[in-house]
Structure formats: C-alpha cells, structure tokens
C-alpha cells in the first residue's frame, strides 16, 4: 500500500522556523521525484519545491527561493522541506507528492499524494 505521510507542521510566529518530513513506503521513493505543493483556503494548490530522485536537482517557486530548501534521505525514504523566514502568507495546508522522473517537477500531476499538515504562522 503505498502512503506518504507528512509531519511536522504547527503553528509558528512570522518569522520562525519549521521542518516538515514525509515519510514514504509502499513504493520505490527513491526512484521518484519528490515535492511539496500547498493549499491555502480559497486558493488552488500551488507548487512549492521538488527535488530528483537522486538530490542532484532541486526547483523552488519563486516565493520559496532563498527562504525554503528541500533535502531527501533515501536510505531513510524520506523528504524534507525546511522553512526559514516564515510569513502569515505561508500559511497553508502542505502536501508531499512523488512523481515520475519524467514528469515536469512543477506541474501537478503527481502520482501519489499525502494527506497534508497544516502549517500556521501568525503575524
């Protein structure tokens, strides 16, 4: 069965740090693209960052770029997403995704999906 489990969002003040993880199994994580998208009420899920299957290749949306970094394990089958600089603009729910290697890495057809952790940053 495969499963993406997310962890790691809260509640933070602006400014503050946070680390999410998704953890992957059922699958071969580790030959896939990873990324993280987010949805913010009343707004479409949007890109946030990806990365190769191999770490080699990173991509961030251009509000990330400077502030997030994403990073994989994959002996541990695992993603990161460390957010630095965090705004009230952050706040959304985030979703860990895995996509083929061919797959464009900021588009959303993504393969399979985590449920989502919700991150909140209060002004």
């Known amino acids: 069965q495969v499963q993406l489990v997310e962890s790691g969002g809260r509640l933070v003040q602006a400014g503050g740090s946070m680390r999410l993880s998704c953890a992957a199994s059922?699958?071969?994580?580790?030959?896939?693209?990873m990324g993280w998208f987010r949805q913010a009420p009343g707004k479409e899920r949007e890109f946030v960052s990806a990365?190769?299957?191999?770490?080699?290749?990173?991509w961030y949306a251009d509000f990330a770029k400077g502030r997030f970094t994403i990073s994989r394990d994959n002996a541990k089958n695992t993603v990161y997403l460390q957010m630095d600089s965090l705004k009230p603009e952050d706040t959304a729910v985030y979703y860990c995704a895995a996509a083929p290697q061919r797959l464009p890495p900021t588009t959303p057809g993504y393969l399979y999906w985590g449920q989502g952790t919700q991150v909140t940053v209060s002004s």
């Open positions: 990365i190769s299957w191999n770490g080699a290749s990173t």
């Open positions: 059922g699958f071969t994580s580790s030959r896939y693209t």
